[in-house]
């Protein structure tokens, strides 16, 4: 059958004969593809188009209209049942995280996984006073924070939980604890060290992670050190941070600053 008009006999509700005049594509087996009536008369191209097929200039389609909910409410009684596609007051379709599409957005490689992809931009939240923000619990989420001019607010080597301090003194030249071990499987990094010595002997101090030395600072008669390297010192998990003066002197102090870490 050639492409043109076909009418189609119906009887309506009243058993009347009513005749409908449809499009009917050009086919040659199986049933007809009905095109849609236009207002002037004219047949459009078939309505029923196949996935994948090339798109042609002119090809028809049909409308679909959605209701306008101003508020969102369930148009349906019951599960299965055909519902209308609402949208809110500009036209705009709605959709909720209760259904298929959802309003969140999540990322796409999860936490310990193999980086991949592109990257995600993200913000943080101004504030003008770290002092005032309320603390969360441990484990929970946390939003990170940034200055009002926007630059993101980070503190050196560790969180303020982490930072560990020491102070002692010795008299013997012998080897003193100052930062206590931390723990099973926990390391102490060492940021600072400031030495004093009150005696009239010029002496060598050895800072040491539990017997091994790390590094030996000058300590001049009555006078001090200070040593601030500028990469952390990392010390050995569960060993404590000792001082060992190279003679007798009366006396030395040392005070250490440094944080703790499993890594």
């Known amino acids: 059958m050639a492409a043109g008009w ?19 594509e ?56 055909y519902s209308t596609l609402s949208v809110d007051g500009t036209g705009q379709l709605r959709v909720t995280s209760s259904g ?15 980086d991949s992809g592109n990257p995600v931009k993200v913000g943080w939240k101004a504030t003008t006073a770290l002092s005032g923000i309320t603390l969360v619990s441990d484990g929970d989420r946390t939003d990170g924070r940034a200055g009002v001019d926007g630059v993101q607010i980070t503190r050196p080597h560790c969180n303020l939980e982490d930072i560990v301090t020491g102070n002692a ?20 990094y060492l940021v600072s060290v400031v030495l004093c010595n009150t005696s009239a002997t010029a002496i ?10 790390k590094t030996s600072l000058p300590l001049p ?4 050190c200070v040593y ?4 952390p010192i990392p010390g050995t998990a569960n060993t404590a941070w ?16 440094g944080f703790k870490s499993k890594v």
């Open 100 to 114: 298929s599409i959802t309003s969140s957005v999540n990322g796409d490689v999860a936490h310990d996984a193999s």
């Open 6 to 24: 076909t009418t189609l006999s119906i009887k309506d509700a009243a058993g009347n004969s009513r005749t409908m005049r449809v499009w009917a």
């Open 169 to 188: 003194t010795d008299t013997s030249g012998n080897s003193t604890s100052c930062i206590a071990a931390q723990g099973a499987g926990v390391k102490t």
């Open 204 to 213: 060598t101090v050895d800072i040491k992670d539990g017997s091994t030395v």
């Open 228 to 231: 601030n390297p500028s990469i």
């Open 26 to 81: 050009d086919t040659t087996s199986g049933p007809y593809s009905f095109g849609q009536v236009l207002a002037d008369g004219s047949g459009s191209s078939s309505l029923s188009k196949t996935e994948d097929s090339a798109a042609v200039s002119g090809d028809a389609g049909l409308v679909l209209l959605a209701v306008r909910r101003d508020v969102a409410a369930n148009s349906v009684s019951a599960d299965g049942d």
């Open 242 to 257: 000792n001082f060992d003066g190279s003679a007798a002197a009366t006396t030395v102090t040392c005070s250490m600053v």
């Open 221 to 224: 008669a009555g006078s001090g």
